[in-house]
């Protein structure tokens, strides 16, 4: 595709549920990315997909968070009973292989939890 | 661990005015600079970004930032900012094949 695409672009959802997150890396992009922008706090790294390789997930913030990355494309963030801190927009970017400097970003899903 | 300092949150300038968003990076070895913008309501994008050589980086939009490694700065300038320059805008320096972002600066041009 054109360039990195999230899906839904907006997500209400009640305290307690569990949400899923969608990404859509460029193609042949084998890097993925996830950061959380909260309020106040800038961007903060969530989790890095690379290739077949272990993925990096020490920026998630609890056990409640996992993501997971199917066939080396598609990624999905599972936020699992849904707490009012975690609202903020989840942001995915992609890269090629070991050009983690050079990310592109998609265009972010805006969390709230109610 | 690498980590990024934005000191300034927010700014407000006039149309014309000079701009220089302060940045400053912790780590002492060979680094990554960058700088992204997110216009209200639009995708972050990279801004420019410093890898080696000339410390004076030129980006889009007239904007440049230049790399001084005595005081583990890479500040972000534009001689004379224009209405749309009005966005949020990231420091970051790569550690380990992810980005470490500053907490960002909003900036607000008023016409």
């Known amino acids: 595709g054109a360039g990195v695409s999230q899906s839904p672009s907006n997500k209400v959802t009640e305290k307690g549920k569990d949400v899923e997150l969608r990404c859509d890396p460029i193609?042949?992009?084998?890097?993925l990315y996830w950061y959380r922008q909260s309020l106040g706090q800038g961007l903060e790294f969530l989790i890095y997909?690379?290739?077949?390789?272990?993925?990096?997930k020490s920026g998630l913030p609890s056990d409640r968070f996992s993501a997971e990355r199917t066939g080396g494309s598609v990624s999905t963030l599972t936020i699992q009973r849904t707490q009012q801190e975690d609202s903020a927009v989840y942001l995915c970017?992609?890269?090629?292989?070991?050009?983690?400097?050079?990310?592109?970003f998609g265009p972010g899903t805006r969390l709230t939890v109610t | 661990a690498q980590s990024v300092s934005q000191h300034n949150h927010h700014v407000i300038l006039s149309e014309a005015a000079s701009l220089e968003l302060g940045c400053n990076y912790s780590?002492?070895?060979?680094?990554?600079l960058f700088w992204y913008v997110q216009y209200p309501g639009q995708h972050l994008q990279l801004l420019l970004k410093?890898?080696?050589?000339?410390?004076l980086v030129k980006g889009i939009k007239g904007f440049e930032a230049e790399f001084i490694k005595s005081k583990f700065s890479f500040n972000l300038r534009k001689p004379s900012v224009q209405w749309s320059d009005t966005a949020e805008y990231f420091c970051?320096?790569?550690?380990?094949?992810?980005?470490?972002f500053g907490t960002g600066t909003r900036l607000l041009v008023s016409p």
């Open positions: 970017a992609s890269s090629l292989m070991g050009r983690g400097y050079e990310q592109y």
């Open positions: 193609s042949g992009h084998t890097a």
């Open positions: 997909f690379q290739g077949n390789s272990a993925p990096d």
């Open positions: 780590y002492g070895g060979t680094v990554n």
């Open positions: 410093y890898f080696s050589g000339d410390p």
């Open positions: 970051a320096v790569v550690g380990f094949q992810k980005l470490v």
